[in-house]
């Protein structure tokens, strides 16, 4: 089942940008994250509710998931869809990846989590790979002022995200459901995104044309519901680490898609890339005869 969620995250998340970058233009980043996640919100618990998986939340509940829909489905996308008039898609993946080193820390710092010899490996390898894929996106780039307001966006939003990850943990420990808890945070964050775009007068009207609103389905269904599920449950099994090591191959998903549709050509430094973070997806999951890697709490 981990194999299957770990994979599933990699492929829909990694898709997903193609959506994203269809989603720039007429509509304002907040309205576009506002519908998206009413959507998700809307489908998750409606489906919830029919098949009577919809679990009741205590008021504590509910406001740890108002944080958590301001932290991962507010505040964490609103940074990146402003941080991309900033910077390249490429740093942002590389930013994007240092959840892992985000969530590390966080875990020792609020469950008190020790790092495992899985960890302190695989982390160091993935994020070489991400800085050798993108070398010379990073090398191209001019050092101006506006880079430190994109690169400032995207590390904010990374570190926003994991926070939320820690919430999500914190839930499945107190033995809430992952989806529940996902469909109202989805929903509190869709209620943040639609009072930031009223405060700063945005028109909630969609563009309707075939493209937006394909993508904005996919982003709802697949990117956020399903996305999201897996996600959340991967960080509820097998730890926030382990799960956030799933960033670290979005790219590669990404590069592919380019492979076949866009002409990309690997170079180098993307193969070097390439094995690097594979290196370390084959050491954060390698299990030793009789034991298993994963994150411990602290003794």
């Not at 490429?90 to 080193?101: D, H, T």
């Not at 389905?217 to 599920?229: H, N, P």
């Not at 549709?261 to 993307?270: L, S």
Request: with cysteine.
């Amino acid at each position: 089942m981990n194999v299957f969620l770990y994979l599933s995250v990699v492929l829909i998340w990694g898709t997903t940008w193609i959506a994203i970058s269809l989603q720039q233009g007429s509509v304002a980043a907040e309205v576009s994250i506002f519908w998206r996640f009413l959507i998700s919100a809307a489908i998750l618990l409606a489906f919830l509710a029919i098949s009577r998986r919809l679990r009741s939340l205590t008021l504590k509940a509910h406001l740890l998931c108002m944080v958590q829909g301001l932290c991962v489905f507010g505040i964490n996308f609103l940074c990146f869809y402003h941080a991309i008039a900033w910077i390249s898609s490429g740093l942002e993946s590389v930013i994007f990846s240092m959840a892992v080193l985000f969530n590390a820390f966080n875990g020792r710092l609020f469950f008190g989590q020790r790092l495992t010899r899985n960890v302190m490996l695989a982390a160091p390898l993935g994020l070489a790979g991400i800085v050798a894929l993108f070398w010379h996106d990073l090398m191209n780039m001019e050092a101006q002022p506006h880079l430190l307001w994109g690169v400032g966006l995207s590390l904010f939003g990374t570190y926003c995200f994991s926070l939320g990850n820690m919430i999500s943990f914190q839930h499945q420990r107190q033995g809430r459901d992952v989806m529940t808890t996902n469909g109202w945070g989805m929903g509190y964050g869709a209620l943040w995104m639609g009072l930031f775009s009223l405060f700063q007068g945005y028109d909630f009207t969609l563009d309707d044309s075939p493209s937006y609103l394909a993508s904005l389905g996919y982003l709802a269904l697949f990117g956020s519901v399903i996305g999201f599920g897996a996600y959340f449950s991967l960080v509820g099994r097998i730890g926030a680490s382990q799960a956030a090591y799933a960033t670290l191959l979005f790219p590669l998903v990404a590069l592919s898609v380019s492979t076949l549709f866009e002409d990309y050509h690997w170079q180098t430094n993307a193969v070097l890339g390439l094995v690097l973070i594979l290196a370390g997806n084959a050491v954060m999951f390698y299990r030793p005869r009789g034991g298993a890697a994963q994150t411990a709490p602290a003794k």
